[in-house]
Structure formats: structure tokens, C-alpha cells
């Protein structure tokens, strides 16, 4: 149902005229308020930048499990999260098996002289000397997705009236991840258990998430405001956009941090298997978040400093 995200061409930002301007940004407060997602064309990452991540991270994936051992972390951690390590509806306060995937896990490196914040949010980045290419490519691609989402931040502030640097005064030096998710195919990992997923319903915690995704029967679904269940569309060459949590707090609940998961594949395909390229982007960690008032916002949250809250979200996924 493909009005369950709409699809919105960013090119009119960036190369037309102010209208073309206030006519993109209505478009996606439009698509945050009613859907908390959209597909976005004409954002400007080429297509062999996310392809080339995918291929050497598939090449990271294929390598034996002992080998990975060595890259071992827990969530939050950078590295390799093996199977097991999370069960993303436990935020949701929901028991469920762990998610059906392995994940290779980056993200901000650039400390802020905060000892305990740096050692939570700023930790070196590790990178497996079986694939020496996956540094450059993926450091290349999270280059693109902050400017992108720094970009996307410009838009939503325009959307809602604000001056444009209203959200990116406070990104000067941000948290962010940046997962890569292989999903296996059920022939290696067997079987889905009842109320298993490849990512377990959830919502996402930050501010903007980017996703590149590959389509597959085992893919991405978003629950509606009518509350149901419906696959994504797929847009080849497009990003999935959506916000998280701590962007609805900040907008006073206009926007909709949207619950989704991601199915294990059925019975029928045993042998599809997916990579998908995750980006979640945040704030300063010191940010204090405070909802906006009406007439943009409907809900008033008490404010949050955005480390904390983002913390609590993190720990509430992992799994032991």
C-alpha cells in the first residue's frame, strides 16, 4: 500500500527556488504527521556508494564465525553483534526471541573531552583486517548520511516554520550509528520461532533514520495510525526516511515516531537473504530536548538530555 510512506523527490530543495523549498517541506511534514515515514528520490548518494558498502560488507558476513569472534561487542559497541544480541520489541516492553540477523555496528568517533560520554558514544571505530576496503567505503557512506541528515533537519525546521538551523545548532559534533544488518537466510539460521523477526516491532530512538534496503518477501513493515500491518513500498534507487523518538519528543508529538519491523522470510524463499544499511542519526549528547510548544506541537514532554534518554532506549534492546 504504497501511500502508507509517500515518496518525496528532494531535487526541487536543493536545486530550485524558494517555493520549490516550501513546497518539499510541506510535503515531508505532511508524510512525518501522517506516516512518520517516506521514501525520498533525488538525495544525492549514488547508488555504487551504497552498493560498494553492501558488497564488502557481505564479504565481512561470509567469513567464519570463529574469525568474526574477534570482532565481538555487545550493543552499542563497535563491531560485529553476532545472533542473539538483540530483540528490538523488548523496547516495546515485549519478550520476543532475538532478531534474526547479525550486524556490523559504526558510528561517531570524534570524542568530546567528556571521559564517561566518550567511553559510551564516542568509542574508535574497529574494522576487520579480512576486508581493509570496508573502512574507506563506509567511512565515504556515514560522510554522506550525516550531510544528508543535516540537510533533512534543514527541511524539517522549514517545514515547521522555524529558522533552518533550528534542529542543526545542535549536531556540531553528534551521536550517531551506523549498523550494517545481514539478514541470513532461514536455510542457515532454521525456522522462525513463533513471534521471531528478522527486527522485532519497534520504533526507532534518535532523530532521523536513513535506510538502504534491499526488497525481499522478509522485509520492512510500518503499523499504520489505523493500526495495521503493511509492507513498505519499494522504490528502486530511493531512501527510506523515518524519525525516531526523541524527534517526536522534540515536536511535541506533531510527527510520528512509527512502530516497524522487519520479517523473517517465509517457508517459501529459504534462501533469501538481505543486507541492509542503517543510519541513525541524534544530537550533541548533551543536547536538552524540550518539546515545542503549540502551535507546532500537541503534547508537552518533560525535557531530556538526549545521552541519557538515548542510553535507557539502548539498553532496554540488549539482550542478557
Given amino acids: 500500500m504504497t501511500s ?49 558498502v553492501r558488497e564488502l560488507a557481505r564479504r565481512f558476513f561470509a567469513l567464519p564465525e570463529e574469525t568474526k569472534e574477534g570482532y565481538r561487542v555487545t550493543v552499542g559497541g563497535r563491531g560485529w553483534l553476532p545472533p542473539g544480541a538483540e530483540a528490538n520489541a523488548y523496547a516495546e516492553g515485549t519478550e520476543t526471541p532475538p532478531d534474526l540477523k547479525e550486524s556490523y555496528s559504526l558510528g561517531a568517533d570524534q570524542p568530546i573531552g567528556v571521559p564517561a560520554i566518550d567511553r559510551e558514544w564516542f568509542r574508535p571505530n574497529v574494522w576487520p583486517a579480512q576486508v581493509p576496503s570496508l573502512k574507506q567505503a563506509a567511512e565515504s557512506y556515514m560522510d554522506r548520511m550525516r550531510a544528508l541528515s543535516d540537510e533533512l533537519l534543514i527541511i524539517f525546521a522549514t517545514a515547521l516554520g522555524l529558522a533552518p538551523g ?34 522485532g516491532p519497534h520504533t526507532d530512538f534518535g532523530t532521523v533514520t536513513v535506510l538502504d534496503r534491499e526488497t525481499g518477501l522478509g522485509g520492512l513493515q510500518v503499523y499504520t495510525s489505523d493500526g495495521r500491518w503493511v509492507d513498505a513500498p519499494f522504490e528502486p534507487g530511493a531512501l527510506t526516511v523515518n524519525i525516531g523518538d526523541l524527534m517526536a519528543r522534540w515536536t511535541g508529538d506533531r510527527w510520528r515516531s512509527t512502530r516497524h519491523r522487519v520479517l523473517a522470510p517465509p517457508p517459501s524463499a529459504p534462501e533469501e537473504e538481505l543486507i541492509s544499511l542503517i543510519w541513525f542519526y541524534e544530537t550533541d549528547p548533551l543536547a536538552k530536548i524540550a518539546s515545542l510548544p503549540p502551535p507546532i506541537g500537541v503534547r508537552e514532554h518533560p525535557e531530556v538530555i538526549a545521552h541519557e534518554y538515548l542510553m535507557e532506549k539502548l539498553n532496554a534492546i540488549t539482550v542478557g
Fill in 166 to 199: 533550528h534542529f542543526t545548532a545542535h549536531t556540531g559534533n553528534p551521536t550517531y550509528t551506523f549498523n550494517i544488518n545481514w539478514y541470513p537466510p532461514l536455510a542457515n539460521v532454521g525456522p522462525a520461532e513463533d513471534g521471531q523477526f528478522r527486527i
Fill in 4 to 52: 502508507s510512506v509517500p515518496l518525496v523527490d528532494l531535487a526541487p530543495w536543493f536545486v530550485g527556488d524558494d517555493a520549490d523549498r516550501v513546497e518539499v517541506a510541506a510535503r515531508v511534514d505532511d508524510a512525518l504527521r501522517e506516516s512518520g515515514f517516506l521514501l525520498v528520490t533525488g538525495h544525492g548518494v549514488p547508488v555504487d556508494v551504497r552498493s560498494e
